[in-house]
């Protein structure tokens, strides 16, 4: 049980183009999910954090407008990276919680490479 | 404001030679310390929870145990199948939200 699917988990983008990255559950209603960056051997760095219908909550330093969340579901969560640049290539991985308990579940990860 | 702090940052054990890590933390109010365990390129694996001083929780070959202060992760004849990085995280008050608050990890190396 608790497994969270992320999509796609390699992508190479060009510059000034966008991307998005589906985060899903696949075997319990998350109601909140998280997302993450993780630059190499440093550990999780939290972006946001979304409510499922909900507009997200972003950490400080984290531009709202170039990492767009969206929580339309109980079981789908999407980032979608704006206008992407080489400093916003990262490993990004989401989190997910069941509602009423505290534990996170954590997708594979994303590999993004922005050229 | 919430503080994690995991040591030692890397350890090197022989297969079979047990031995703990530590995690050290500061909040208000904790609602719950986590430990994962974390691949080369993959994302945070949950291991255990622990809500109040005392707990302790088993699985396999790793035990994971509570004081105000501290968390310590014993692995008992570690394999080198154990090799990976285990990080801490700890879940704080109302004023935190759901938002977890991980330490730096420790890189485990168990050699055959």
């Known amino acids: 049980g608790a497994v969270v699917s992320q999509h796609p988990s390699r992508v190479i983008c060009k510059s000034g183009t966008s991307v998005k990255i589906e985060c899903r559950s696949l075997?319990?209603?998350?109601?909140?999910m998280f997302w993450y960056r993780q630059f190499p051997k440093q550990s999780l760095m939290l972006m946001a954090t979304?409510?499922?219908?909900?507009?997200?909550?972003?950490e400080q330093g984290v531009e709202k407008d170039k990492f767009l969340i969206n929580h339309a579901s109980l079981t789908l969560s999407t980032l979608t990276v704006t206008s992407a640049h080489p400093e916003d290539s990262s490993f990004y991985i989401c989190s997910a919680r069941q509602g009423g308990l505290y534990e996170q579940y954590f997708g594979p990860g994303t590999r993004l490479t922005v050229t | 404001e919430d503080q994690v702090t995991q040591s030692p940052e890397a350890l090197r054990l022989q297969e079979g030679e047990s031995s703990s890590l530590n995690c050290s933390y500061t909040v208000s109010g904790l609602r719950g310390l986590f430990w994962y365990r974390q691949d080369p390129g993959k994302g945070p694996e949950f291991l255990f929870t622990?809500?109040?001083a005392g707990e302790e929780k088993e699985k396999e070959r790793l035990k994971a145990t509570l004081t105000k202060k501290e968390s310590f992760l014993h692995i008992t004849a570690p394999k080198p199948e154990d090799s990976a990085t285990y990080l801490c995280?700890?879940?704080?008050?109302?004023?935190?939200?759901?938002?977890?608050?991980f330490g730096e990890g420790t890189q485990l190396t168990v050699n055959p």
């Open positions: 622990l809500y109040s």
């Open positions: 995280a700890v879940q704080a008050g109302e004023t935190s939200g759901s938002r977890l608050t």
């Open positions: 075997d319990f209603q998350a109601t909140t």
């Open positions: 979304s409510n499922e219908g909900s507009k997200a909550t972003y």
